[in-house]
């Protein structure tokens, strides 16, 4: 059986295409658990319809808006099945993604198989590829059973890092205590992807778009604002995956560093509004007394990182503040 986990919260345009997307598939042994993370449009009314209409589909309720890691963990915790599959509420599946994941997985004994998904643009209502993966990868990895160590060390850290697009073995997650992180924070996925990948000894990729992503205006993903602090109690949680086996961060530490200092600082300040710049650039700069006070990073952080983001972010000024305090 295949546990579905969707996190509600102010969806009703498109919970009907969700649900009716897994209730559809040719592959019918499945649950579905719903976790309406305090809604206030009106979500659980779907929800309580669709469960009339499905004894499969289960509700859970949060009693406040705890953002979609918590919901998640939430579902993980009470599922059922013998595989999980993550889907966003205003998301749907292809018809035949059930039975095309479950065959593949159980016929290479995969503890991770991952998939393409097409990406729908609601404003303009057109249809488009996302290419996390290139066309090298798909040629050397498709279709053979692979882990994190058989991979060019950057490739890990330009795949897709969504939940979604991806289908797991729960007990391959049960046993690695695999979960996101409970607070309210958005990429969440960052540190359960790190984890996953670098746990998992059979992963797997199929050349097939199987997930349909809906990109919207108000969605997570295209808030650019204060939310964007986010991404620096992210980048603490991608640390703490890598630090949890010494032989792991040192093989990976450049590109973890790489990662974050280029694309999660540098990258995000200049995504973010103006009026939010400077408290952004004061809060890099408390994470670099973070990396080097609790990570011992500072000889880690001069060799790898780029000299213009450290002299951007003032990197020496800061080394200084500490050795005077």
Known sequence: MISVIIP??????????????????TYQDFEIICIDDASTDS?????????????????????????????????????????ISFLDADDWFSPDTFEILVEKTEQENLDVLLFKNIVYYEESQDFGFERYYDMEFMDKFENIVFNHWDLDKTKLFVMSNASWGKFYLKSFLDCNNIFFPNENLIHEDNPF???????????????????????RNGSIMTLNNERLFDNIDISYKILDVFFEDKELYEYYKKEVLITIFRSIFKGKYSQIEDEFKEEFFKRIQEAYKVFIKKYGLYKDIRENVSKEILEFFRFDDIINEIINK
């Open 193 to 215: 992807f790190y984890k996953v990948i670098t746990s998992a000894d059979r992963i797997s990729i199929i050349d097939k778009y199987l997930y349909n992503r809906r990109r």
């Open 43 to 83: 979500s659980a009314e779907i929800l309580e319809y669709f469960t009339q209409k499905d004894s499969r589909i289960r509700i859970l309720k949060n009693d406040s808006n705890k953002g979609p890691g918590y919901s998640r963990n939430k579902g993980l915790k009470v599922a059922q099945g013998k595989y």
């Open 8 to 25: 509600v919260y102010n969806v009703e345009e498109y919970l009907y295409v969700c649900l009716n997307s897994v209730l559809k598939q």
